[in-house]
Each structure stands twice: as C-alpha cells, then as structure tokens.
C-alpha cells in the first residue's frame, strides 16, 4: 500500500481552534501541489475543498483529522524579516525550506489589526489576492478565500476568515 500513499513534509504549526484548543503540532503538507510542479503551500492546503487537516498532536505524535472551519488560525512561527525579504524577491527559492512551502503569491500590502471569535488580537501585514479596484480593508476581506495570510512580527499567521470578528 506504500504506492498509494501521498508523499508529504511535515510542517511545525500552532493551531487555535473554536473550542479552546491552542496546541503546537505538525501538519501534513503535500509535496507537490494539485496546481503546480511544486510544493503545496499551507495556504493552498487551507483553502481547498478538502474540510479536515490531517495532524499530528503531542509527543505521542497522535494522528488527528480537524475540521477547517473549526480552526481560528493557524500560526507559522519564522523570522518576519526573512519573509519579507521573500517578498520584495520576485525570482525566490521555492526550494525546500519551510517558508517556501508557506508563502502567499503576492506580497503584503494592507497593516491592519484583527480581532478574533476567541478573543485573541493579530497585528501585521494582511495578504489577500485582489484586483486593483479591491484597495480597501473591507474589499479585501469581502473577496478573500477562507483563510488569509497575515505577517507577524511571529511569522505567519493563517487566519480563517470566518472568525474575524473586527478589523481596523
């Protein structure tokens, strides 16, 4: 059976969900994307039609399944500097490194503050996809995918749009 198996990395995560469960654990991120030659980015991962993350939980390395829309955010810790570098480099590496594996298509754009369903605050640099006339805060919320990126002083932070309670 080891010929139908997915071939995947494992990505370290902090996950916050509806219910109160903050843990760190790994998440299973394909190899290779459904649309592209490359790696699946996290972003990609949260966003598809599939409805449950496949993780690992604890030291016991507890295989889980959880629901997408039960989950806050999701939190990348890396440096924010080597990020943003990632940014402003139009040709980068998608080679092996975790940030590859994680970085969104465009670069930051909007700094806004996010108050979250559990009670949580994020700060930084909103990354949304959005045509030219999709400029505002509000514009960029209301045509986002379910999860957004946001660039942390942390790292990134995938925050699942439906658990946004405020944004200014």
Known sequence: MQELQVPTRLIQ???ATSFGLSTR????VPDLSTRQAEAERVIELLNDDR???????????ERVAVSKQHIVHVQLDSRADDLRRRAD?????????DTAVVWPTTPPDTECRLRLA???????????DSEWNAS???????????????????????VNRDHIVQAE
């Open 13 to 15: 995560i902090e996950i």
């Open 25 to 28: 654990c790994e998440l299973f």
């Open 51 to 61: 409805r449950f993350l496949p993780l690992l939980i604890g030291e016991a390395h």
């Open 89 to 97: 480099n139009q040709d980068r590496d998608r080679g092996d490194d």
């Open 118 to 128: 559990n009670g949580e605050n994020l700060a930084g640099m909103l990354v949304i």
């Open 136 to 158: 505002r805060l509000i514009d960029k919320l209301n045509r986002a995918t379910s999860f957004v990126a946001l660039i942390t002083a942390r790292g990134v932070a995938f």
